[in-house]
T-cell receptor, first 115, second 112 residues
Framework: NAGVMQNPRHLVRRRGQEARLRCSPMKGHSHVYWYRQLPEEGLKFMVYLQKENIIDESGMPKERFSAEFPKEGPSILRIQQVVRGDSAAYFC?????????????FGEGSRLTVL | AQTVTQSQPEMSVQEAETVTLSCTYD???????LFWYKQPPSRQMILVIRQEAYKQQNATENRFSVNFQKAAKSFSLKISDSQLGDAAMYFC?????????FGKGTRLHILP
C-alpha cells in the first residue's frame, strides 16, 4: 500500500521559470493538502482540495500559484514565474476525510530551489 | 486567528532519559483535536499522537504521552526512555476548520 508520492523530490529552476510539483495521494484518499516549509520553520497551509474542487485556498499566494486535483491523475501545485523567495520544501498530505478527526499522511516533500 | 506556539526551538536529552516538549495553542472552537507530528531528517512527517479535546484522559502511545491542560490551552509531549531514533523536529498542531495548523517546531537532539 504505497504512501503519498511526491515528485520530483528536488527541482531547480531559474527565476521566471515555472515549477510543477505533483502529488499522488494514498489509495482511497480523496482529500489533498499542500503545505510549504521554509528552513527552520513550521509547515504553512497553502491549499486543500478534493477531487476536481478547491475547498480552501486561503493560504495560497494570490498570484503565480495555482493548484488542481483532477478526476484522474495526481494533484498538481503550479508556481509560475518563480522567484528566489519560492525556494522551500513543499509537502503534500492526504486523508480519507476532513482533518477534523483524521490524521494526515504526508509525502516526503519536493524541495524547490530557485537560482 | 488560531495559533500554535512552541517556545523551545531546540532541546537536548540524554539517551534513556525523559524529555518534555511544550506547546500552547489558542482556539475559539469548543471541540477540536491536537496533534504532535515528528519530522525525522528524512523529512517525512509522521503522526506521533493525537488528543481529542473533549476527552479528559491524556493520550498515550507507547513511550509517548501528552499532558493536556484544556483550561490553560497547553499540550505538552513527554517522551520516556529517549532513543537515538527519536531525534527529529517535533511539531505541535491543531485542527481549524478543514485544515491542520502547525507550530514552528522543536528540534530534539538525543545525546548518546
Amino acid at each position: 500500500n504505497a504512501g503519498v508520492m511526491q515528485n520530483p523530490r528536488h527541482l531547480v529552476r531559474r527565476r521566471g521559470q515555472e515549477a510543477r510539483l505533483r502529488c499522488s495521494p494514498m489509495k482511497g484518499h480523496s482529500h489533498v493538502y499542500w503545505y510549504r516549509q521554509l528552513p527552520e520553520e513550521g509547515l504553512k497551509f497553502m491549499v486543500y482540495l478534493q477531487k476536481e474542487n478547491i475547498i480552501d485556498e486561503s493560504g495560497m499566494p494570490k498570484e503565480r500559484f495555482s493548484a488542481e486535483f483532477p478526476k484522474e491523475g495526481p494533484s498538481i501545485l503550479r508556481i509560475q514565474q518563480v522567484v528566489r523567495g519560492d525556494s522551500a520544501a513543499y509537502f503534500c498530505a492526504s486523508s480519507q476525510r476532513t482533518t477534523n478527526t483524521g490524521e494526515l499522511f504526508f509525502g516526503e516533500g519536493s524541495r524547490l530551489t530557485v537560482l | 486567528a488560531q495559533t500554535v506556539t512552541q517556545s523551545q526551538p531546540e532541546m537536548s536529552v540524554q539517551e534513556a532519559e525523559t524529555v518534555t516538549l511544550s506547546c500552547t495553542y489558542d482556539t475559539s472552537e469548543s471541540d477540536y483535536y491536537l496533534f504532535w507530528y515528528k519530522q525525522p531528517p528524512s523529512r517525512q512527517m509522521i503522526l506521533v499522537i493525537r488528543q481529542e479535546a473533549y476527552k479528559q484522559q491524556n493520550a498515550t502511545e507507547n513511550r509517548f504521552s501528552v499532558n493536556f491542560q484544556k483550561a490553560a490551552k497547553s499540550f505538552s509531549l513527554k517522551i520516556s526512555d529517549s532513543q537515538l531514533g527519536d531525534a527529529a523536529m517535533y511539531f505541535c498542531a491543531s485542527n481549524r476548520d478543514d485544515k491542520i495548523i502547525f507550530g514552528k517546531g522543536t528540534r530534539l537532539h538525543i545525546l548518546p
